[in-house]
């Protein structure tokens, strides 16, 4: 099945910088790739998602970068928000539409 | 609307205890999903039903048994748990199986087995 790695696990920036979070996966069917905003006590949320076929993809102050040949694909937000404090989970989805998660990246907006 | 809907929110049950999880959605989806949550970790998944059908059974065990009565609706029943089932539930539907479509979560149940 496929891996998915997800780095950092947690992260802390000032309000209105950015943030990186970036995610590796292994199989090289997978051709989806979400991240899902989750805050404490709720479900996981849709915040952006890419396909195989494009490399990079913005909404907003969310942007997100793949690089199929290397297998990695990478969520920025610019201009953090203390309202952007959540955990933050990739995925990536192969034809049968199974997810599998990466590990989270807990963001912590200092105001 | 992107709405999952699951009810309840909250449930304490003791291990002798039957009862059941429900998720809901109107969006037209044909493909509806289970997922646990332990706290710190990624979701879970349990089982995938595909137009109705149970297309994935990822080796959960039989104290917990899903059944799809249509196709807006997902109940996971749940039958002598143990202590360690206590985690959030999560419902999440999408458009098909395919081509990797986009994936809407419910809030949750929140499951304590005590």
């Known amino acids: 099945g496929e891996n998915v790695e997800q780095h950092p696990s947690t992260l802390s920036v000032q309000e209105g910088d950015s943030a990186v979070i970036k995610c590796t996966y292994s199989?090289?069917?997978?051709?989806?790739f979400p991240w899902y905003k989750q805050e404490l006590g709720k479900g996981p949320q849709l915040i952006i998602d890419?396909?195989?076929?494009?490399g990079e993809k913005k909404d907003q102050r969310i942007a997100v970068t793949l690089n199929k040949t290397a297998k990695h694909f990478s969520l920025h937000i610019t201009e953090t928000q203390p309202e952007d404090s959540a955990v933050y989970f990739c995925?990536?989805?192969?034809?049968?539409?199974?997810?599998?998660f990466g590990t989270g990246t807990s963001l912590t907006v200092i105001p | 609307d992107t709405e999952v809907t699951q009810t309840p929110k909250h449930l304490v049950m003791g291990m002798t205890n039957k009862k059941s999880l429900k998720c809901e959605q109107h969006?037209?989806?044909?493909?509806m999903y289970w997922y646990k949550q332990k706290a710190k970790k990624p979701p879970e998944l349990m089982f995938v039903?595909?137009?109705?059908?149970?297309?994935i059974n990822e080796s959960v065990p039989s104290r917990f048994s899903p059944e799809c009565p249509n196709s807006s609706l997902l109940n996971l029943h749940l039958h002598a748990l143990q202590p360690e089932d206590s985690a959030l539930y999560l419902c999440?539907?999408?458009?098909?199986?395919?081509?990797?479509?986009?994936?809407?979560f419910g809030q949750g149940t929140r499951l304590t087995v005590v």
């Open positions: 999440a539907s999408s458009q098909d199986e395919g081509l990797g479509t986009e994936a809407f």
């Open positions: 199989d090289s069917a997978s051709n989806y």
């Open positions: 890419i396909r195989s076929n494009v």
């Open positions: 995925a990536a989805s192969m034809p049968g539409n199974q997810f599998y």
């Open positions: 969006m037209g989806h044909r493909a």
């Open positions: 039903y595909s137009y109705e059908k149970l297309s």
